[in-house]
């Protein structure tokens, strides 16, 4: 089994619907991010907690909200998705060291809105 | 926006030649982790040089960091098909943020 596992891998919504992705992890690791990736621009980095109590926005957190319902698990929602939120998410984490090594990536959950 | 700019934006070799992409970033760092994505899957870290480091080595790859430039190199030696993918550096800020370049799109063939 993977260590970082995203649910759906892919979606097809409307405009105006709500989707969650969900993200869990089997590393043991506090730490989780969410990224969005977008073809040419890289990857920007929507939401990220340290811990089940921190949770802090990245540079596009607007029109998302996320859970950390657990160490192991990481929600990021679309309350009203719209079609400039078509893109590749993921999730990653890493281990708490300070400075911390590697990200751990999920495989990516791929949504587009219509 | 984004911490580091790949350069080149693409990439393309024959097998067995070496292919070298840049990264450069803007603010002080902790360290710089380099990652290979192959198309639509999740990114799978290469390497990672610390801030007081200034070269490293994995198996064909090479890193280099220069502090005072900004900027870091990856180096694969003797390349294969299967490193056709895209390359991305992401630096670890003071603040406990990854941020990502833009890429660099490698294409090996044989």
């Known amino acids: 089994d993977a260590d970082v596992t995203q649910t759906p891998r892919n979606r097809i919504t409307k405009t105006g619907k709500r989707i969650m992705l969900e993200c869990s992890q089997t590393k043991g690791h506090d730490r989780m991010y969410w990224y969005r990736q977008d073809p040419g621009l890289g990857l920007q980095l929507i939401y990220y907690s340290f811990d089940v109590k921190d949770i802090n926005k990245g540079e596009i957190s607007d029109g998302y909200s996320v859970s950390r319902q657990a160490q192991a698990k990481f929600s990021l929602s679309l309350e009203s998705a719209i079609p400039n939120q078509t893109a590749l998410y993921f999730c990653?984490?890493?281990?708490?060291?300070?400075?911390?090594?590697?990200?751990?990536f999920g495989e990516g959950s791929r949504l587009t809105v219509l | 926006s984004q911490q580091g700019e790949e350069d080149p934006q693409a990439l393309s070799i024959q097998e067995g030649e070496n292919a070298t992409m840049n990264c450069s970033y803007k603010t002080s760092i902790n360290n710089l982790q380099w990652y290979r994505q192959n198309s639509g899957r999740g990114l799978v870290h290469l390497i990672l040089?610390?801030?007081?480091?200034r070269e490293k080595h994995s198996g064909r790859l090479r890193v280099t960091l220069d502090t005072s430039k900004k900027s870091s190199s990856l180096l694969i030696t003797a390349s294969r098909a299967a490193d056709t993918a895209s390359y991305f550096c992401?630096?670890?800020?003071?603040?406990?943020?990854?941020?990502f370049g833009a890429g660099t799109q490698v294409v090996v063939t044989p």
């Open positions: 992401a630096t670890y800020d003071s603040w406990g943020k990854f941020q």
């Open positions: 040089i610390r801030s007081n480091e």
């Open positions: 990653a984490t890493s281990d708490s060291v300070a400075p911390p090594g590697e990200l751990f």
